[in-house]
């Protein structure tokens, strides 16, 4: 996904593909306005000829000639012998005809030029602007020739000939033809083909028309999508680069605001006005390689209007991503020097209300302006995004911040901010953040420090006590070999067993809470049967239950029940929660061990009845070296609980204790393994 965000080949494509769909969309909208306009025309159509726009224009020129013909030629007739015309008029010549008396007049017909024309008036003059060469000496050489052109139209005062059927005389009856009719003129035309720029333009459009209305709906919604992808791409694209996650900026993005605008609106100004003009042009053109040319220097036009626009849009769009769009501005730094300073001292709502304030000034501005200038809307809804964008990374800043709180709560405080991605009071905030968690990280890290030395204290001295203590068990034992007839020597041996067997329990259990607190212990995770775990403990704990006249009674699922855990730890766990309960429940009285299913976990909860009062909390009771009572007499050492808690906890396991007056219950829950 990043290598095609960052594709450099992509974002060419696209750049190159708008311009193209924007030429697609406007020619297919101008075939859908265009037929809807002329629909009658694009009926069956089989060309432009064929039409009545076609039909119109070339009867409205033939009455233009007959025009020309009864007034300008009938007032210029008596200057013909005298002088030359320097207008239409360029000779007065005489061709071979059945009468000899007839005269005829070469006329060049400037403005229908595009026609071969041949009048023959009432009194038999005859006006041509045919050319006289060996073809067309004659007068019926040139009906001849006019005939043979590809679009004709004669009338001989009799009948109408063509190949126009829509100049039929059915069909121009009641479109002027009774005044052509009354003027007495004999009327020969023909249209020249190569030379009528007019003919071609048309011919041209009508064709596109005619095999793209069908499809132009279509068409123009495949470009939008097209196009609306195209510039989601390169919008999300700007500013990007491969192997780098950071916005990019060049030169240009560091040139005022204000610069950029005054000139890229005076060149797209230039540039609309002069592909203005070449449209004009090509409307006016009278070849068709003209027209081709203008068309091909409008479309070049038209890519560097695009390439301008382009070039203002990325380099906006840019500073917007880069958060460089307010400060590469000239306001700001006239701001920033006449008063940041008394800005920076203000309330936040009253900075809030001066933004929002600001926003709607210049958002009422532009569209005011935009009303006479629809290029404005540009930058009214680039304003509009760049706003947009800065609440959008404000919320983003904000998310950053927020998380960076949740990091610190749950204790993940390795992480700084970065301040260079914050600005304004966020950047203060950050600032303050990374101290406190500066400040956290080195607090923790002196009390894992000091945790971890503890650690070792405790099982170097544990190390250290051991050996000796082996010694003074191992010479106990010898002694109590011996006949000692003293009674008081016995009595003193019992003692010092006895409590060198504590010692030693107690050194082995501190070595032991030490290991588990830290983690320093091997797991062999395996599916372990809950059952038969705590049928194993309770046969080895029996005979003590027994003695002390404690009941148990267990309440177990039908089905064997499995979890994930180290079954020699996870005995230890049970272990030393029946050692607790052999030391300190109420003799004569009931011991409760369920195991029941909740919510996917196994529970297994251990209730019982306190001989002594829990004059405890339960934050007391999970501290190392802490019993049930306040006396320090009994035996134990106080870590059973302790031990038990973290070797549940390191076998992903959940321990707790509750105390509800003499009630002590601990529950442990594990995830269930379903066999």
């Known amino acids: 996904m990043k290598y095609i965000k960052n594709s450099g080949i992509i974002k060419a494509i696209c750049y190159t593909l708008v311009p193209m769909l924007v030429l697609i969309i406007l020619l297919n909208a101008f075939s859908i306005t265009y037929y809807a306009s002329y629909e009658e025309d694009f009926v069956d159509y089989k060309g432009y000829v064929d039409t009545k726009r076609f039909a119109i224009n070339y009867f409205y020129n033939i009455q233009k000639a007959l025009h020309i013909a009864e007034k300008e030629y009938i007032q210029s007739q008596s200057k013909l012998k005298t002088e030359k015309m320097t207008t239409d008029t360029v000779a007065v010549e005489q061709i071979e005809t059945n009468d000899s008396n007839m005269q005829t007049i070469q006329y060049n017909f400037y403005s229908i030029s595009k026609y071969d024309i041949l009048l023959i ?26 005939s043979s052109k590809k679009y004709y139209w004669n009338y001989d005062l009799a009948n109408i000939t063509t190949n126009i059927a829509k100049l039929q ?38 064709d596109f028309v005619g095999s793209t209305y069908e499809t132009a709906p279509s068409i123009i919604t495949i470009s939008i999508i097209l196009l609306i992808a ?4 390169i919008i999300i694209g700007i500013g990007h680069k491969q192997g780098s996650n950071q916005i990019y900026t060049n030169k240009l993005d560091y040139i005022p605001y204000e610069i950029i605008g005054i000139i890229g609106g005076t060149l797209v100004g230039i540039e609309c006005y002069i592909l203005f003009i070449f449209l004009e042009l090509i409307h006016r053109m009278s070849h068709r390689f003209a027209i081709n040319t203008g068309i091909i220097i409008s479309i070049i036009l038209g890519y560097v209007l695009y390439i301008t626009l382009a070039v203002i849009v990325v380099t906006t769009i840019r500073r917007i991503k880069a958060n460089v769009f307010w400060k590469n501005t000239i306001c700001y730094r006239f701001f920033k020097f006449t008063l940041g300073g008394l800005f920076t001292n203000f309330r936040q709502t009253v900075k809030l209300a001066m933004q929002y304030g600001g926003f709607i000034l210049v958002s009422v501005i532009l569209g005011i302006v935009s009303l006479s200038s ?14 947009f964008k800065k609440i959008l990374d404000y919320m983003g800043q904000m998310d950053k911040i927020r998380q960076k709180i949740k990091n610190m709560y749950n204790g993940e405080i390795k992480n700084p901010l970065d301040e260079k991605e914050l600005y304004g009071e966020l950047k203060q905030i950050a600032r303050e953040l990374n101290d406190i968690s500066g400040g956290l990280s080195n607090a923790i890290e002196e009390a894992t420090k000091s945790e971890r030395l503890k650690t070792e204290l405790i099982t170097n001295v544990s190390h250290d006590i051991k050996t000796p203590l082996t010694s003074i068990i191992n010479y106990v034992d010898l002694m109590k070999q011996e006949e000692i007839k003293n009674p008081k020597i016995e009595e003193y041996l019992k003692i010092l067993d006895s409590k060198s067997q504590r010692l030693k329990k107690l050194t082995e259990d501190l070595l032991e809470a030490s290991k588990a607190s830290s983690g320093n212990i091997k797991l062999t995770m395996e599916n372990l049967n809950v059952k038969e775990l705590i049928k194993q403990v309770r046969g080895e704990f029996e005979d003590r239950f027994n003695k002390k006249e404690l009941e148990i009674i267990e309440t177990f699922p039908e089905d064997d029940i499995y979890i994930m ?21 109420l003799e004569n009285s009931r011991v409760y061990i369920d195991v029941i299913r909740k919510n996917g976990k196994i529970q297994i909860d251990i209730k019982n009845i306190s001989k002594d009062k829990l004059n405890i909390s339960v934050d007391e009771l999970m501290q190392r070296f802490v019993r049930g009572e306040t006396s320090r007499t009994t035996e134990g050492s106080g870590l059973g609980i302790s031990i038990a808690k973290s070797l549940t906890e390191l076998q992903k396991g959940e321990f707790n204790i509750y105390l509800d007056g003499d009630l002590f219950k601990v529950v442990i829950q594990f995830q269930e393994i379903i066999k």
């Open 565 to 585: 855990a180290d079954s020699r730890y996870m005995y230890r766990v049970l272990e030393n929660m029946y050692i607790n309960i052999s030391k300190y429940a």
């Open 169 to 206: 005389y059915e069909e121009i009856v009641y479109s002027g033809f009774e005044q052509i009719n009354e003027s007495g003129y004999e009327i020969y035309t023909a249209l020249k083909e190569d030379d009528d720029s007019e003919f071609y333009a048309y011919n041209l459009m009508y």
């Open 374 to 387: 629809p290029l404005v809307v540009i930058f009214l809804f680039a304003f509009w995004y760049y706003i």
């Open 230 to 233: 195209c510039m989601i791409y």
């Open 121 to 146: 008036s009432p009194n038999g003059d005859i006006i041509t602007n045919v050319e006289k060469t060996l073809q067309t000496d004659t007068l019926d050489k040139i009906k001849q020739y006019i």
